[in-house]
């Protein structure tokens, strides 16, 4: 039984190793078929040296030029801002995507927008009363604090003369 496991287990250890064949030539013998390269191939190689031989400028490309050469203060001021706005600008998008205020502020803002469409009149009226409400809390919220920082901070001696305090 054990003759019988080794020979079953040989052959298929084998199947799982990978071997690299590479195949030369016998330095002994000439090749016996060999070809040129100009034959292999579909077009003839040209003969002969072959210079590169630039094309004047043409009076559109010279206009072109001149052009590129005038806008290029211009253009290197834009990228100078734009190198500089651009990490403020990518760590505001960053702030906006990572937020909780994300969460909060897009899913009602969405279903509003869909709304306005189906409902243009009443979200004109919606929109007009929610400003209105809004500058009234905003002048209600300027006014409590106002009074807040008369009360607390505005010593009697420190108190400018004011027209009511002649």
């Keep these: 039984m054990f003759k019988v496991l080794q020979k079953s287990v040989g052959p298929a250890s084998l199947s ?9 030539p016998k330095k002994d013998s000439p090749p ?13 190689v040209p003969e ?4 590169y031989m630039e094309e004047p400028r043409t009076q559109l490309e010279e206009g ?8 290029e203060p211009y253009t290197n001021w834009c990228q100078e801002t734009y190198s500089q706005t651009k990490p403020k600008m990518q760590s505001l998008v960053q ?10 502020v897009y899913p ?14 009443q979200a004109i009226t919606f929109i007009q009363v929610s400003g209105e409400k809004l500058y009234d809390w ?17 010593k009697p001696g420190n108190v400018k003369s004011s027209p009511g305090n002649k």
Aim: glycine share 10%.
């Design 108 to 121: 009602p803002g969405f279903m509003g927008l869909a709304a306005s469409i189906y409902y243009p009149q």
């Design 138 to 154: 905003g002048l209600r919220g300027y006014i409590v604090i106002e009074d807040l920082w008369k009360e607390n901070f505005q």
């Design 48 to 51: 002969g040296q072959s210079k």
């Design 16 to 24: 799982l190793l990978t071997f690299r064949v590479y195949a030369a």
């Design 64 to 71: 072109i030029s001149q052009l590129r050469h005038h806008c």
């Design 32 to 44: 016996k078929n060999s070809m040129k390269v100009d034959e292999l191939s579909l077009y003839s």
């Design 95 to 104: 702030w906006g995507l990572g937020s909780k205020l994300k969460k909060l």
